[in-house]
């Protein structure tokens, strides 16, 4: 069943209440209906009786469609699929904690904008063009994949940045099944990597720096360790589980440190 909430291009945190006769895997997708290939949020939760899901949407559309249903039943309108009933759709405010962290500049604030720009639009904007920031700073090279300079062979990577001029490559191909917050969160690796950090080449500063502001900025939890996870997928090397142990506790004292509330990180938290 699909239900449909007027956001207006407002941030806001949507609260979906559920109830279950018994436990049943229940699917969620959020997403606007004017524009293929545009998902603020794909998950799926067990559900044991009356439990909310919370969607966090610092960046939204005009109209929202809310897709829940039950995932071996497939998507039945609701008087077809008595295992579930939606009790209520809310719109609530969402938690920002940007403000509180050293990430809360001028630059940050025009990369923001621009980057969100482009990924509410990636899943159908042309290819084999470059994006240019307003003020002309950031530019992003949109291609159907990323070649290797040194071998001429297609990569995995979803993304990489110049360490000459800041330029940022993304793959099509890696971003079009991405959810928004995904696209943002691998964006922000990228923007940290040349802007931010003190060591350029560190891979783990870039993460850290990244998700400081994917999450101060009000992002949902779950996508950036789907994030972080689809990209470490390709390379399993020790190097990356390392850094996947290491953001993996930052977030859990991020949400600690700034008393995050109805945030989704595997389970849904209260």
């Keep these: 069943m699909t239900y449909k909430l007027v956001t207006r291009y407002a941030p806001c945190m949507v609260q979906i209440i559920v109830l279950t006769k018994s ?21 799926k939760k067990t559900i044991t009786g009356k439990e909310s899901l919370f969607v966090r949407m610092p960046l939204t559309s005009n109209v929202i469609n809310i897709q829940v249903y039950n995932e071996k039943n497939g998507d039945l309108p609701s008087t077809e699929d008595k295992s579930f009933t939606i009790l209520a759709v809310k719109k609530l405010d969402l938690q920002i904690t940007l403000p509180q962290t050293k990430m809360d500049t001028s630059e940050v604030k025009s990369f923001v904008s621009f980057a969100q ?12 063009k470059d994006y240019v920031s307003s ?26 940045i110049s ?6 490559q993304v793959s099509q191909e890696a971003f079009v099944p991405f959810t928004i917050p995904m696209r943002m969160a691998i964006l922000l690796h990228e923007f940290s990597h040349y802007f931010i950090n003190s060591d350029m080449s560190n891979e783990v500063e870039a993460d850290l720096n990244g998700i400081t502001i994917y999450l101060g900025l009000g992002y949902p939890i779950k996508e950036i360790y789907s994030a972080f996870g689809e990209t470490f997928v390709g390379y399993p090397t020790e190097e990356n589980k390392k850094r996947y142990d290491i953001i993996n506790q930052y977030i859990k004292n991020y949400i600690q440190k700034y008393n995050l509330q109805n945030v989704y990180a595997g389970n849904e938290k209260k």
């Design 135 to 160: 003020n002309g700073k950031y530019k992003i090279e949109y291609l159907p994949y990323i070649v290797s300079s040194k071998s001429g062979q297609k990569m995995q990577t979803p993304a990489r």
């Design 117 to 128: 720009r482009f990924c509410f639009n990636a899943g159908w904007i042309d290819v084999n």
């Design 23 to 43: 436990a049943e895997m229940l699917c969620l997708k959020v997403y606007d209906p004017n524009q293929k290939n545009t998902v603020f949020t794909e998950r």
């Design 163 to 168: 360490t000459k001029d800041g330029r940022i």
